[in-house]
């Protein structure tokens, strides 16, 4: 097939994780025989350097045009000081409404491999599979916000619309599953979450009969999700709290640098990124996790084009590379440490191995 990919690498380790999951797409092309072609834009804090805004028209035009997006990450403390005027999480944010990616999927299924590398005991973690639904484009993130001398606020504000997609889509995956949603809220004391819990009753009720809906307030559901990470199947919340579990969920897998994640919405295409930012810690030294960003490329496969060999070629290529030890700094708790370039090539190196059926 032909597909055109737009490649926002963005900031800090944004370039060097992207460019890792842009030749595994390569590689990918090769192998099955498609044809893909790469277009590059700015956003972020390199596109307010070039252009002094965060998401450029010809950024969002090309992708409005593309097949789908592959991203790696913005901001930085270049780009941080509180009083700016412009900042690069902007420009994120507004790529992410303007092309209308409502649904944010997040898996978290930790691996064998880096059982070590999390905090949690092992025993806990053996046959997770969790998959956060995070609202996307609603919330806090994008109500009126205003500041003065001596106050600031930041309004929070759901529709009902806005509620009854995402958890469509959520419970569509449940009943893919094991027929389990939970809902994350804060209904006992905010009024945009006791809608979110009506709506979602309604939602699973009259539309999901199979499906098995549980409540959980977000404050409690920070503690289950690491004492009994098994009980959960697919959850649905909504933008903050999402934001905020996953970062905590990445624990379970072991590293930030292992989450990928899919923004999807009701048109064609998508956006693919890690759940982690810029790193700037760590940015420009080689050493970056690049798993995160490959694992992203492979839900490009299967959400935005289709190839679900082709993806399952590049998870199982990295399940690899992880069962051989092949570990960046962030998940080498003991031993050496890989860099990025070298992780990367372990998962060329398997790609080899893939059966071709598609050819
Ligand atoms: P972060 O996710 O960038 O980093 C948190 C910690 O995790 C750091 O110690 C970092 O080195 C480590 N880490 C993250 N990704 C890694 C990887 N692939 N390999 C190895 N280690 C990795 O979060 P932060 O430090 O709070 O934020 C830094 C900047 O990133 C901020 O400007 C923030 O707004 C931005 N950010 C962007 C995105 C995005 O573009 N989607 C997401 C989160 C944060
Ligand atoms: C993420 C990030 C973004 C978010 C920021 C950078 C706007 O933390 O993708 O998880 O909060 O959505
Ligand atoms: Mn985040």
Redesign the pocket.
Known sequence: MKAHILVLP?????PE?TAAAVEVLQCVAQRFGHEFQFDEQLI?GAAIDATGTPLPDATLHAAQHADAVL???????K??DPNAKVR??QG?LAIRKALGLYSNLRPVKPHAATLGASPIKPHLLQGVDVMVVRELTGGIYFGEKTRSATDASDLCRYSVVEIERVVRHAATLARSRSGKLTSVDKANVLETSRLWRDVTSRVVREEFPDVTLEHQLVDSMAMHLLARPREYDVIVTENMFGDILT?EASMLAG???LLPSASLGDGKVGIY??????????AGKG????Y??ILSAALLLRHSLGLEAEAQCVETSVAEALEAGVF???LATQGHAVSTHTATAAVLERQQGCQVLAL
Do not use: Y
């Open positions: 963005g900031d800090g380790i944004g994780v972020g991203l790696g990450a913005v901001g930085g403390p780009w941080s690069p999480e994120l970062d590293s930030l640098g990124e890690p759940i982690h930012g810029s790193a700037p810690d760590i050493i970056a996790n690049p995160a960003t960046t700094a962030d």
